[in-house]
């Protein structure tokens, strides 16, 4: 495993409430990823980064913003969260590009926006 | 852009028969492809992959897969079912040699019945 680990691993909220996600790696991956992953859907990706404070936007990046501040740290936020938010949300990370890199996934965080 | 379908969102088989999970991928370059598996509960770990050279893969737990570019295919298949092998199964396309993204399928759910 390339020690992924999520926090926190479940939690429920309020329409309307802040939310951070955290994700932590120490294999010194330059890619790191958030999913969400919905029944249906399989996963989508929500945003994603290159390097400390290099992030790009998925497919699915509406209403939720990413910061990369260390290498080791990968953070989500819901600045308001909605009931549509609810889901599973993966980190991934990779170690770079080319054929012989694959992302591995962390655990997942349940998220329920009441 | 790069696309995957996996037809059948549900497959049921009993145990000791062969596993046969679809993929089938759209790309304009030729493609990495993956297959993930995702026990319940947990994270997704890769079965196996695709990137040059020999077009039938073989991965972990007795799976493997054929590159089929002509039919622009990946099934992967598994000669006899256990019990274990009960888990939701990912498809991925890199369709750019070792990008940066991802597309996953959206899963297929095995249930391996005794």
């Known amino acids: 495993d390339a020690g992924i680990t999520q926090s926190p691993r479940h939690k429920v909220t309020e329409t309307g409430t802040p939310v951070t996600l955290r994700c932590h790696q120490t294999?010194?991956?330059?890619?790191m990823y958030w999913y969400r992953q919905d029944p249906g859907h399989g996963l989508r990706l929500i945003h994603y980064?290159?390097?400390?404070?290099?992030?790009d936007k998925g497919e699915v990046s509406d209403g939720y913003s990413v910061s990369r501040s260390k290498t080791e740290d990968f953070l989500l936020t819901l600045e308001s969260a909605t009931s549509s938010q609810t889901s599973v949300y993966f980190c991934?990370?990779?170690?770079?590009?080319?054929?012989?890199?694959?992302?591995?996934f962390g655990p997942g965080t349940r998220l329920t926006v009441l | 852009a790069q696309s995957v379908t996996q037809l059948g969102s549900h497959v049921s088989v009993s145990e000791g028969a062969l596993v046969l999970l679809r993929c089938n991928y759209s790309s304009s370059v030729p493609p990495y492809l993956f297959w993930y598996v995702q026990y319940p509960n947990q994270g997704l770990q890769l079965l196996l992959k695709?990137?040059?050279?020999?077009?039938l893969v073989k991965g972990i737990n007795g799976f493997e897969a054929e590159f089929k570019k002509s039919e622009t295919s990946f099934h992967l298949t598994k000669p006899s079912a256990h019990m274990s092998d009960a888990a939701e199964y990912f498809c991925a396309v890199d369709s750019q040699g070792g990008s940066e993204k991802l597309v996953f399928g959206k899963g297929t759910k095995l249930t391996v019945n005794p």
């Open positions: 294999e010194n991956h330059r890619y």
């Open positions: 980064s290159y390097g400390v404070k290099d992030t």
């Open positions: 991934a990370t990779k170690p770079g590009l080319g054929a012989d890199n694959e992302q591995f």
């Open positions: 695709y990137t040059t050279g020999a077009t």
